[in-house]
């Protein structure tokens, strides 16, 4: 057993550092900070695999810090010395303040670089040279090719959140950025999932990394309470303004599987006098962002976001998260459900699943490895679904065979959606969630 730092007091930082954590009220490091701060300090190249919510950004961000002012050095025009590599604007956006704030007392440069703004700004920001930049891949290449941004002079180089990047296709720009690296850097590898592209591509980037593996991702939070509610596509929205009426849930994010099924979402809770705001890929950086903020702020309870929208949303108190459509890939569960039951605190995860998302429902149960409760004490619980999560392989597959005969033939576009379900799940009352 690791002899980990109990507290950032006994991390070998530098004093304004220290401080900084201090003011912030940071006192006890979470896993991966204690066990990557002081290998990222001896200037070890790190592969973590880690979910979100695990402090992971200062667990990089704090040793980055240390190294800039203990080994000082001056960026020259259009340079910088560290780069991070994020998927999405708002992660972006969270990480920049992130630095801003461990480094308040350092005499530091950092700029953001993202798209779906104007690149003005962040050119001039960028031009006498920083010592950190985080950004996007897809506007960091707009300014490299443009002659803004040179990397020839990196000292650090991460790459944050390295699966998402694979699902959004930016595996082609990252590997165009990698090579305009120089060959001597310390390199940072962020994942919370390892596939075998991103085994892949983090062994073509890192030299004798230390692995550090915190809350695998088939893990969930203890103090995630995880409720299913079996419903007819069609009751959804309606199960959804039932459940919402409920003033326990203060802080609500509702997943929606599409942009368009988000707008939709929030368009029915407007006209049943339920504010709520849609946070996805189609707003504009300013729309997304002002709803984050209306969020943060308490002046909307119920944000509704699509996956790719939502990483990287890092909100303290968020007291329920609601599943209206289960996502296809069962890592995006813990993810999602990932946004409750932060810092301590606990949280309800509540999904809602009709009969073609039973497939998804048995892969989430496998993966967590554990049966999630069915909650029927609700106006809209379904028996046609649940007849079908309980039916035999076989006798699902005799019965979608005869509907696709009745149909004049063909398989199903989507193969999840007519795999037979599975799982059983306790049925019990919905639980209530404890705050601080």
Do not use: W
């Given at each position: 057993?690791?002899?980990?730092?109990?507290?950032?007091?006994?991390?070998?930082?530098?004093?304004?550092?220290?401080?900084?954590?201090s003011e912030a009220?940071?006192?006890?490091?979470?896993?991966?900070?204690?066990?990557?701060?002081?290998?990222?300090?001896?200037?070890?190249?790190?592969?973590?695999?880690?979910?979100?919510?695990?402090?992971?950004?200062?667990?990089?961000?704090?040793?980055?810090?240390?190294?800039?002012?203990?080994?000082?050095?001056?960026?020259?025009?259009?340079?910088?010395?560290?780069?991070?590599?994020?998927?999405?604007?708002?992660?972006?956006?969270?990480?920049?303040?992130?630095?801003?704030?461990?480094?308040?007392?350092?005499?530091?440069?950092?700029?953001?670089?993202?798209?779906?703004?104007?690149?003005?700004?962040?050119?001039?920001?960028?031009?006498?040279?920083?010592?950190?930049?985080?950004?996007?891949?897809?506007?960091?290449?707009?300014?490299?090719?443009?002659?803004?941004?040179?990397?020839?002079?990196?000292?650090?180089?991460?790459?944050?959140?390295?699966?998402?990047?694979?699902?959004?296709g930016f595996i082609?720009?990252?590997?165009?950025?990698?090579?305009?690296?120089?060959?001597?850097?310390?390199?940072?590898?962020?994942?919370?999932?390892?596939?075998?592209?991103?085994?892949?591509?983090?062994?073509?980037?890192?030299?004798?990394?230390?692995?550090?593996?915190?809350?695998?991702?088939?893990?969930?939070?203890?103090?995630?309470?995880?409720?299913?509610?079996?419903?007819?596509?069609?009751?959804?929205?309606?199960?959804?303004?039932?459940?919402?009426?409920?003033?326990?849930?203060?802080?609500?994010?509702?997943?929606?599987?599409?942009?368009?099924?988000?707008?939709?979402?929030?368009?029915?809770?407007?006209?049943?006098?339920?504010?709520?705001?849609?946070?996805?890929?189609?707003?504009?950086?300013?729309?997304?962002?002002?709803?984050?903020?209306?969020?943060?702020?308490?002046?909307?309870?119920?944000?509704?976001?699509?996956?790719?929208?939502?990483?990287?949303?890092?909100?303290?108190?968020?007291?329920?998260?609601?599943?209206?459509?289960?996502?296809?890939?069962?890592?995006?569960?813990?993810?999602?459900?990932?946004?409750?039951?932060?810092?301590?605190?606990?949280?309800?995860?509540?999904?809602?699943?009709?009969?073609?998302?039973?497939?998804?429902?048995?892969?989430?149960?496998?993966?967590?490895?554990?049966?999630?409760?069915?909650?029927?004490?609700?106006?809209?619980?379904?028996?046609?679904?649940?007849?079908?999560?309980?039916?035999?392989?076989s006798k699902a597959?005799?019965?979608?065979?005869?509907?696709?005969?009745?149909?004049?033939?063909?398989?199903?576009?989507?193969?999840?959606?007519?795999?037979?379900?599975?799982?059983?799940?306790?049925?019990?009352?919905?639980?209530?969630?404890?705050?601080?």
């Open positions: 057993m690791k002899n980990l730092p109990k507290t950032f007091a006994e991390l070998n930082l530098i004093e304004p550092l220290k401080l900084a954590l009220g940071y006192i006890t490091p979470t896993p991966i900070q204690a066990e990557a701060i002081p290998s990222l300090l001896e200037g070890k190249d790190l592969l973590g695999c880690a979910q979100t919510g695990t402090g992971k950004t200062a667990a990089f961000a704090l040793p980055i810090l240390h190294r800039l002012i203990t080994i000082p050095n001056k960026a020259a025009p259009r340079h910088a010395r560290v780069l991070v590599l994020t998927p999405t604007r708002e992660l972006a956006i969270q990480v920049h303040e992130s630095f801003v704030t461990y480094g308040k007392n350092l005499n530091l440069k950092y700029a953001v670089v993202f798209g779906g703004v104007g690149q003005s700004p962040q050119v001039k920001a960028i031009s006498p040279g920083v010592d950190v930049i985080v950004a996007t891949p897809g506007r960091l290449m707009d300014l490299i090719e443009q002659g803004f941004i040179k990397l020839s002079a990196l000292e650090v180089f991460v790459l944050d959140e390295a699966d998402r990047m694979l699902d959004m082609h720009d990252i590997k165009k950025v990698i090579k305009l690296l120089p060959a001597k850097r310390h390199n940072l590898f962020f994942s919370a999932t390892m596939p075998p592209e991103i085994e892949r591509l983090a062994n073509s980037i890192l030299v004798k990394p230390v692995r550090i593996e915190v809350t695998p991702v088939s893990s969930t939070a203890e103090l995630i309470s995880q409720q299913v509610m079996l419903v007819d596509r069609e009751n959804k929205r309606p199960l959804l303004k039932h459940v919402l009426e409920d003033k326990d849930l203060k802080r609500v994010i509702v997943f929606s599987r599409t942009k368009h099924g988000a707008n939709k979402i929030v368009e029915y809770l407007g006209k049943n006098d339920i504010i709520a705001e849609a946070i996805h890929g189609n707003k504009s950086q300013s729309a997304r962002q002002k709803a984050l903020e209306n969020f943060r702020a308490g002046k909307i309870r119920v944000l509704v976001a699509t996956d790719i929208a939502a990483r990287g949303i890092d909100i303290d108190d968020i007291s329920h998260v609601i599943n209206y459509d289960l996502p296809n890939e069962s890592e995006s569960y813990v993810h999602r459900i990932g946004r409750t039951a932060r810092a301590g605190a606990s949280g309800i995860a509540i999904s809602f699943c009709d009969a073609d998302e039973k497939a998804f429902l048995k892969d989430i149960e496998k993966l967590i490895g554990k049966s999630i409760p069915v909650i029927d004490n609700q106006p809209f619980h379904s028996v046609k679904v649940v007849e079908a999560r309980m039916m035999s392989a597959k005799a019965i979608i065979d005869g509907e696709n005969t009745l149909r004049g033939g063909g398989r199903s576009r989507n193969p999840h959606a007519r795999r037979p379900g599975g799982g059983g799940g306790n049925r019990n009352k919905p639980a209530q969630a404890k705050h601080k």
